[in-house]
Structure formats: structure tokens, C-alpha cells
């Protein structure tokens, strides 16, 4: 049983790290890390504990600090339509497309899937269920690139 779980853990850690991708854990953009940009900071945030998580399962069940991760996940997928308001915050370059606004009726249906796949991620690590979170992580993963696909400029 024991062993079993180590390979779950170790697969979901896997498969997170594969739905992220390239793209998706750069934070090392041309743009520079600009404390006062919200959105880069919430995006570098959704980086920072979706690593954090996958490499905290492989070794051990969800503790505190998992929990808190998870939590921060939903709390940016909650801030999101507030995040992208605006073309563009700040003074960078960035790489958001202009499809964002023409169709924000797509991009708030990207929103939404975040928010449930995170919401149920924060679920599943509560229950220490597994399977139900080594899926969930998937899918929050997966999110990530769906959103990123259509919504976001490739790297210059
Ligand atoms: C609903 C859409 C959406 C979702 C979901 C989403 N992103 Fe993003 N992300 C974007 C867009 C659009 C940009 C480009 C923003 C900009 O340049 O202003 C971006 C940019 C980023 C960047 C670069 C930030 C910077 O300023 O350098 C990182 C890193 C990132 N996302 C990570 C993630 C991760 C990890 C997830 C999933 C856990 C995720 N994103 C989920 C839309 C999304």
C-alpha cells in the first residue's frame, strides 16, 4: 500500500510537470518581474505553488502548507476578472492578446474552469484522496495551458 502511494505520488508530480509544460512555469519572461504588475505577480504565484505542490506529493500527503498553496490557487482564479480588467497594467511589455477583451465571453469561460479545477484541487488534498487530487492537479495543469493556448502571445 505504502509503495503504491509513493508511485501515485510520484506519477501525479509527473503528469503536473508534463500538462505545465513548456511556457507555463517561465517565469524568467522577457518581462521583467515587476512587483507593482499584479497580474505578473498572481502568474508567478500560480507557477510557484503548482511546483511547490507537485514536488511537496511526491514525497508526503497534503499538510498545512499544501493546503495553504491550494488555497492561493483559487484565491488568484478569483481574482482573475479583476487581474485582466484592463490591457495593461503596468508599464511592461506583455503578452496578453487582444482576444482577451474582443472575446471576453471565452476567456471568462477559461476563468471559470480554473476556478472549479482549483476549487477541487483544494477538495481533494483535504480529503487526502489520492486519486481524486492526483487528477485534480492534472487538470489544474491542463487548465494552465488551455487558458494560455488561445490567450497568450507566444515568447518573444
Ligand atoms: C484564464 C486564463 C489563464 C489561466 C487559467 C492561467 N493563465 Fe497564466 N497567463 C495568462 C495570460 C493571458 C498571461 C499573459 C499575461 C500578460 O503578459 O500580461 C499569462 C502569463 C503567465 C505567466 C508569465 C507571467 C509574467 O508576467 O511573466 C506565467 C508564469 C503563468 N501565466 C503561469 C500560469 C500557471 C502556472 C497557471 C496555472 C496554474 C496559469 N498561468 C493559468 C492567462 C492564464
Redesign the pocket.
Known sequence: MQRKMIGLRAAAAFAVAMA?GF?????N?A?AH?EK?P??MA??S??K??EALSRSLRQNPPGDADHARAAE?VDV?NR?PAL?ETPN?GE??????PE?WSDWAG?SA??D??RDA?TTLAAALKADDPTAWSSALQT??R??A???RP???PRR
Do not use: W
Request: hydrophobic residues 35%; contains cysteine.
Open positions: 505545465l511556457g507555463a512555469l517561465e517565469v519572461d518581462r515587476d504588475d497580474r505578473h502568474m508567478e500560480l507557477s505553488n503548482m490557487l482564479a482573475m485582466f497594467p511592461n511589455q506583455n503578452r496578453a492578446k482577451i476567456f477559461k476563468i474552469e480554473f482549483t489544474v495543469g487548465s494552465c488551455d487558458c494560455h490567450y497568450r502571445t
